[in-house]
């Protein structure tokens, strides 16, 4: 099955930094999607971007689909981006939609 | 439009009971998925329902463990005499017939 796999596991970073977070996947995908798990544990819909560019606010996506990457820029972070931003992809093969998660990035935002 | 509703929220069984945990989709969608996140780990795919039909239960463990998706009513996850390994989340999503999925809040499950 693919496998997918997240970089850096761990990130700290200064209010106002910028930060890149990779997405590396094993197989072709026809779906990938980027969340936040926030806190208090609830996860938050970013990006649905299987291929192209993004951006929604202070954050923005680019999926190189034919490299199997995906990266997930924040922009001047905030206290509030602090978490664990996952990826997951799926290759939505015949009734295959089960997302495959990577084990995230936890994020940590200090002021 | 409200998203995707969970209940209840946080669930506390002793072992050997069951626990039934309820998704309603957002409105419009006809796919369900159930997830589940033990401490510290990503979201594992458990199962994937289309209304009265299981697609895809790959993930589901074999004992114990149930889903369904009636013509009318929520989505239910089903665990029987539970044990203290299914301390966990479990998340559930719904999609139309493209491909994002959106989740729920959650079901914090923890087994005495």
């Known amino acids: 099955g693919i496998q997918v796999e997240q970089s850096p596991p761990d990130l700290i970073l200064q209010e106002g930094a910028n930060s890149t977070l990779r997405c590396n996947f094993s197989?072709?995908?026809?779906?990938l999607q980027w969340f936040h798990q926030n806190p208090w544990g609830q996860l938050i819909n970013l990006f649905y971007?299987?291929?192209?560019?993004k951006q929604n606010g202070r954050l923005s996506a680019t999926t190189v689909a034919t490299e199997r990457y995906s990266l997930l820029y924040i922009s001047s972070s905030q206290t509030t981006d602090s978490g664990v931003y996952f990826c997951?992809?799926?290759?939505?093969?015949?009734?295959?939609?089960?997302?495959?998660w990577g084990l995230g990035t936890s994020l940590a935002v200090n002021p | 439009n409200a998203g995707v509703m969970q209940n209840p929220r946080h669930l506390v069984r002793r072992r050997g009971q069951e626990a039934r945990l309820r998704c309603s989709p957002m409105?419009?969608?006809?796919?369900v998925y159930w997830y589940r996140q033990l401490p510290e780990e990503g979201l594992k795919f458990m199962v994937y329902?289309?209304?009265?039909?299981?697609?895809?239960e790959s993930g589901m463990p074999k004992e114990r463990f149930s889903a369904e998706f009636p013509k009318e009513g929520p989505s239910i996850l089903r665990i029987q005499q539970v044990v203290r390994g299914d301390s966990a989340a479990y998340f559930c999503?719904?999609?139309?017939?493209?491909?994002?999925?959106?989740f729920g809040p959650g079901t914090r499950l923890t087994v005495l």
């Open positions: 971007i299987p291929s192209g560019t």
């Open positions: 409105k419009g969608h006809s796919h």
């Open positions: 329902l289309q209304k009265e039909n299981i697609i895809d």
């Open positions: 999503a719904s999609s139309m017939v493209t491909d994002t999925q959106y």
């Open positions: 997951a992809v799926s290759d939505n093969a015949g009734n295959n939609r089960k997302l495959i």
């Open positions: 197989d072709s995908v026809n779906n």
